[in-house]
């Protein structure tokens, strides 16, 4: 079936200028319903239009029958944040249908199953209705895979409806279902049978359309976890030890996949990559410093109930100076809270985890590519300062499905850090140093050398580990002096971190005296914001933080603008209390923006705060 | 740390050290603690196995017990952990190098409370390591409270009775497939390291329970963990003799009354058979024994279950016989061609 021949007969919108390219489709299901692979072939046909799209999936927590929702946006402009409200609103899902119909922009399309009579709910809205119940009997004759296929008409129903290339549409089904021609040629079936039922019994009045563009030529569609997961693996990490949450599984799921197939030694046929499923958090994280200690590269995932039970260990890991990376996959807490929504909750708490005096250094991605490469920064910074690092991404960032550009590869040397390996090592930094002392501060920079169980035979290479008191030597002691020494040390450890974390990204804009402050998955939503307050005459500056400690960077950046507005998708403004403490007098200058009900943020709020602000 | 003066071991080993180089700093615990002559005999059974020093990871959590890996070897590695959680670094350490000869040392505290979790789940993986517990019934960093291993009943110096029952570390430990489950007294140096070397033979975790008297929270008569109570209840189920892989088997031994066991790396453990009938391999036997010895608040000591032939967890978990962590840097990063596959399957 060609669209050219669909295209003749759809008839062109009546009385509204059609709105191309530049919308929002909300599909609403229940959990379970096999929703998901019609949804990623709507989102994908699209992409493969040219069109630049995101997909966001808000479930609940459970596995079958509560309500969940698909959104997919589509930009012309390359807008890939939440968009508050609906263009398209498909509703499959007789539980929350009539609260999903009040919940649509006015002019919104809604395409419904015929039986649950919608169409008398609003006037201001253009009502589809599709007898899906009598189309799946018709076109799918298998009982059981009548379910899952149910999802698939409404795939043809929409590409009819907005313009979807059905060419698209194949390319997307066979990519789904890799090619296994049972599962295309009865999902192709559907979905051609929704179009055709569409093409002959609906008569389009909505102004949606989507039209070929070339914007999305090269890119890829992911989601942060797995680019995390590829980045801990390019990365070369040798230890995972995890323990299953929600949204963090998916990243050690995807970890496990790609070392099975990139980690495989060629010589031995053995991995060079060792997983343990732990029995809990506490021991996840033990067992990562068991393996640092021991000279691997290792790391756990978890999220934010997760990081709560590490604390202990973060701070034995901290004092006894233990590499780890941990991915904090942050969601609503707390405790169980909304584990399958979104947040930016673990900041400050993971900034000082621990018991007594602790820092620690956090690396804040703000895309999928940075999940990638800030996965491969943290490791050579957990290396390098022989200390836990965090990676923190969000739900919105690690669930959901992302438009970027292929990841570079990178090919610089790992950045193993102080460590002395071999004999012929120890014996140089001896006749360097006289002597090896796991604490001593030999370089200036706070960064101690240290050796590794079991590599060198010699007395001198030995130390003991521990989270007491200990001093130069590793040998406990309660001294004053001996911890005041270490304390002062470990600071200027994190002193010299500073130079190593990855700097901010500062956009600056022509006599502007708004600076906005943002940091991880909020980026997309605050640059859509500056394009629409640009245009409204309101330029402004922009910082997004990309780690902690703070660099010099973000000082200078509050200086030189009149007030600084900083967005956080928490209730306490938990990064504008970190800035106030940082900033001294210029504190003053700092507004707090805050976005809490657990869905992505979107530009409308950030919009509204700044507005809401600038007219005070 | 000073050498055993009455040992008759020649004064260099295969590996050519002398016995005072597997020794550790100064003991810091009390006078008389049983802690310190389980020391002695892990110095001893590390030195008469010929390990090699460096190759030692000495880790523990904490307590009075966890403190004494300080005490020896000073030339391997040590980790003194958080409380209860040394089973986790254990397990992470010898996952990516099992080229490492794991030594734990853990109290009642610390293994049957605080870290009984991580405990079981060490068990249940089979990680390689020996895992010795000073039991003594108490806390004793934090001045005398009674342990989950203190037996209904005994009392503490304040007159306080203990109502709960004691967890029998032995018979969880057999329960949860441990292949290795010993228990011994600080009192019986003989039993003890050769307990101690059979262990280190072992491959997986090996279980060394090791009744401690704590000389100044419970060492008085209404105590069941005191050295009066332990010397005068003291019943071995066996004469335990340890011949090293490296030593020829010159005696033979009369099946009836003595049983042999062999070892992973070739070592052979003799009993010579004090109960009737019992036998050590049988596991049904070996869990009946540690009920009836609770019931009846029995000291039983000896090698109370062994499987010499259980799979540790790098076998289960199909690791090759490489250490991870000496893999050059090369061998861990995908090429290129690798993470352009990975893009092209995502445009």
């Known amino acids: ?616 | 740390m000073s050498s055993n003066p009455e040992t008759k071991t020649p004064p260099s080993n295969r590996v050519g050290l002398t016995v005072k180089e597997y020794g550790g700093s100064k003991s810091t615990l009390c006078v008389g603690c049983g802690h310190d002559v389980i020391t002695r005999q892990i110095t001893q059974a590390l030195y008469e196995m010929s390990i090699p020093p460096h190759k030692v990871a000495k880790l523990s959590g904490i307590g009075c017990s966890s403190k004494t890996t300080a005490y020896f070897a000073d030339r391997g590695h040590g980790f003194n952990a958080v409380h209860g959680r040394m089973p986790a670094v254990a397990t992470g350490a010898m996952m990516v190098n099992p080229s490492l000869v794991a030594v734990g040392v853990s109290g009642d505290g610390d293994t049957a409370s605080i870290g009984a979790g991580q405990f079981v789940h060490l068990l249940r993986r089979n990680v390689p390591m020996v895992y010795i517990v000073e039991n003594n019934g108490v806390y004793g960093l934090t001045k005398g409270q009674f342990s989950a291993t203190a037996d209904a009943g005994s009392r503490l110096k304040t007159g306080a009775v203990n109502d709960l029952p004691a967890i029998d570390l032995c018979a969880m430990a057999i329960e949860l497939g441990c292949g290795y489950v010993a228990r011994s007294f600080s009192g019986d140096m003989k039993q003890l390291v050769a307990l101690l070397k059979g262990a280190l033979a072992h491959r997986g975790t090996a279980l060394v329970d090791v009744i401690s008297p704590c000389v100044t929270f419970n060492n008085h008569d209404s105590s069941t963990k005191s050295y009066k109570w332990a010397k005068d209840h003291e019943i071995p189920i066996h004469e335990i003799g340890f011949i090293p892989y490296y030593e020829e088997i010159a005696v033979e031994y009369d099946p009836g009354t003595t049983q042999d066991v062999a070892l992973h790396d070739g070592s052979h453990i003799r009993l010579r058979k004090l109960r009737e009938d019992y036998d050590p391999t049988n596991k049904g036997q070996a869990l009946a024994l540690c009920q009836e010895a609770q019931e009846k608040t029995e000291f039983l000591t000896g090698l109370i279950y062994v499987e010499p032939r259980k799979k540790d967890f790098l076998e289960l978990s199909g690791a090759g016989a490489a250490p991870i962590v000496e893999m050059a840097d090369a061998k861990l990063r995908p090429p290129k061609s690798a993470l352009d596959e990975i893009m092209a399957a995502l445009k």
């Not at chain 1, 006894?320 to 941990?326: D, F």
């Not at chain 1, 957990?382 to 200390?387: C, I, K, L, N, P």
């Not at chain 1, 140093?433 to 706070?446: H, L």
């Not at chain 1, 040390?489 to 971190?497: G, H, N, V, Y």
Request: hydrophobic content about 40%; proline content about 5%.
């Open chain 1, 1 to 616: 079936m060609s669209t050219a021949v669909l295209d003749e007969k759809r008839p062109e919108t009546t009385g509204r200028a059609p709105v191309i390219n530049d919308f929002s489709i909300h599909v609403a299901t229940a959990n379970g319903s096999g929703s998901q692979s019609s949804n990623n072939i709507l989102m994908r046909s699209i992409f493969q239009m040219g069109i630049p799209v995101s997909g966001k999936n808000l479930f609940p927590s459970n596995i079958q029958g509560l309500p969940t929702w698909f959104t997919i946006r589509a930009s012309k402009e390359g807008f890939i944040a939440r968009r508050r409200d609906v263009g398209v609103l498909i509703c499959m899902n007789p539980e929350t249908a009539h609260e999903d119909v009040k919940t649509v922009a006015p002019g919104a399309a809604v395409i419904y199953e015929e039986s649950l009579k919608l169409d008398t709910l609003r006037q201001d809205v253009v009502f589809y209705p599709v007898p899906f119940q009598k189309l799946v009997l018709e076109l799918v004759h298998d009982g059981k895979l009548r379910r899952l296929a149910i999802n698939m008409i409404y795939v043809g129903v929409a590409a009819w409806l907005l313009g979807v290339d059905m060419a698209e549409v194949e390319k997307a089904v066979a990519k789904q279902f890799k090619s296994k021609a049972t599962a295309v040629e009865i999902n192709m079936k559907a979905i051609r049978g929704g179009l055709e039922w569409a093409e002959k019994n609906l008569t389009k009045r909505d102004p949606f359309r989507l039209e070929r563009m070339n914007k999305t030529a090269g890119k890829i569609i992911i989601e942060g976890n797995a680019a995390s997961a590829i980045g801990c693996m390019m990365a070369g990490v040798q230890f995972l030890a995890w323990y299953p949450i929600t949204p963090s599984s998916s990243l050690a799921e995807a970890l496990i996949d790609y070392a099975g197939k990139y980690r495989v030694d060629p010589e031995t046929g053995k991995s060079t990559f060792s997983v343990v499923q732990a029995e809990d958090e506490l021991a996840a994280l033990g067992m990562v410093l068991g393996a640092g200690w021991a000279g691997a590269r290792a790391m756990t995932t978890t999220s934010g109930p997760g990081i709560s039970l590490m604390s202990e260990f973060t701070g034995l890991g901290y004092y006894a100076e233990v590499p780890a990376v941990i991915v904090d996959v942050q969601r609503v807490g707390p405790s169980t809270g909304l584990p399958t929504r979104t947040m930016q909750g673990d900041i400050m708490s993971t900034y000082n985890l621990s018991h007594g005096d602790a820092r620690h250094i956090l690396l804040i991605p703000g895309s999928v590519e940075e999940c990638y490469t800030m996965a491969m920064d943290s490791f050579d910074l957990a290396e390098r300062f022989q200390t836990p690092v965090f990676l923190m991404t969000d739900l919105d960032l690690g669930m959901n499905n992302w438009m970027a550009d292929p990841f570079p590869f990178r090919d610089r040397p790992l950045d193993r850090g102080k460590v002395l390996k071999t004999k012929e090592e120890l014996d140089a930094h001896v006749a360097k140093f006289r002597e090896f002392a796991r604490y001593r501060d030999v370089d200036g920079d706070g960064i101690p050398w240290r050796t590794l169980p079991g590599f060198i035979d010699n007395p001198a290479a030995t130390y003991f580990t521990r989270g007491s008191g200990h001093n130069e030597r590793a040998q406990y002691t309660e001294r004053p002096d001996d911890y005041k020494n270490n304390m002062d040390r470990l600071a200027r450890k994190l002193e010299t971190a500073k130079k190593f974390v990855p700097r901010p990204v500062v956009s600056k804009a022509e006599g502007a005296k708004v600076g906005i402050i943002a940091y991880g998955s909020s980026d997309f939503a605050v640059e859509e914001a500056r394009v629409i307050l640009g245009r409204k005459g309101l330029p402004t500056g922009y910082l997004r933080l990309r780690a902690l400690p703070f660099t010099p960077e973000t000082a200078a950046f509050v200086a030189a603008h009149d007030r600084v507005y900083v967005i956080d998708q928490n209730r306490d403004g938990q990064m504008y209390d970190l800035l106030r403490l940082e900033l001294g007098a210029d504190a003053l200058k700092l507004r707090s923006i805050r976005h809490y009900d657990g869905f992505p943020l979107d530009a409308e709020t950030v919009l509204e705060g700044i507005e809401a602000g600038e007219k005070r």
